[in-house]
T-cell receptor, first 114, second 112 residues
């Protein structure tokens, strides 16, 4: 069955430091991969997506992610974190057969300390 | 553009009551979904639809029913609400495989 693992439930980084959020997936075919961000009490905002082509994907707000097929990973990175990046981040695998469904990871809560 | 709109945004129900959540999209999307979000569990798929008049079960369908009578609307019903259905519910839609999935802003439901 398709699954997404986000190993880190919480991460705390200092403002201005670099960030990497981990995501591993299990999916039999070529995956569509997504990162969403959710601020408290808000909906989900799409940060970036990978469908095919270049394995390094640029997104909004200065985020990027790299698809590594050999490691079944799609880690999210940002070179310098801002206090406004504090939120919960979800990795998801899409294009799941029988309805193009999204399967989500459990999420990683990012805290930014000043 | 309105995108994906969910109503109501907040609701408190008593155990055993029924209610319907409405999702409307104005993007002419074929696929629509209902997810629930619980702390530490991400979003889990309740039901989905691949077109008008069709529905299918997702990962956690028990206690919910859905209908897609019109292409733009996807209704989620709770026939007899239980405290375990206290959650945040998200509707989503997409044109199809390989396309971005758009989410509504969520509906906060509390069952007491």
């Amino acid at each position: 069955a398709q699954s997404v693992t986000q190993p880190d439930i919480h991460i705390t980084v200092s403002e201005g430091a670099s960030l990497e959020l981990r995501c591993n997936y299990s999916y039999g075919a070529t995956p569509y991969l997504f990162w969403y961000v959710q601020s408290p009490g808000q909906g989900l905002q799409l940060l970036l997506k990978y469908f095919s082509g270049d394995t390094l994907v640029q997104g909004i707000k200065g985020f990027e992610a790299e698809f590594k097929r050999s490691q079944s990973s799609f880690n999210l990175r940002k070179p310098s974190v801002h206090w406004s990046d504090a939120a919960e981040y979800f990795c998801a695998v899409g294009g799941v057969s029988g309805g193009n469904k999204l399967v989500f990871g459990a999420g990683t809560i990012l805290r930014v300390k000043s | 553009n309105a995108g994906v709109t969910q109503t109501p945004k907040f609701r408190v129900l008593k155990t055993g009551q029924s209610m319907t959540l409405l999702c409307a999209q104005d993007m002419n999307h074929e696929y629509m979904y209902w997810y629930r979000q619980d702390p530490g569990m991400g979003l889990r798929l309740i039901h989905y639809s691949v077109g008008e008049g069709t529905t299918a079960k997702g990962e956690v369908p028990d206690g919910y029913n859905v209908s897609r009578l019109k292409k733009q609307n996807f209704l989620l019903g709770l026939e007899s609400a239980a405290p375990s259905q206290t959650s945040v519910y998200f509707c989503a839609s997409t044109r199809g495989s390989g396309n971005t999935i758009y989410f509504g802003e969520g509906s906060w439901l509390t069952v007491v």
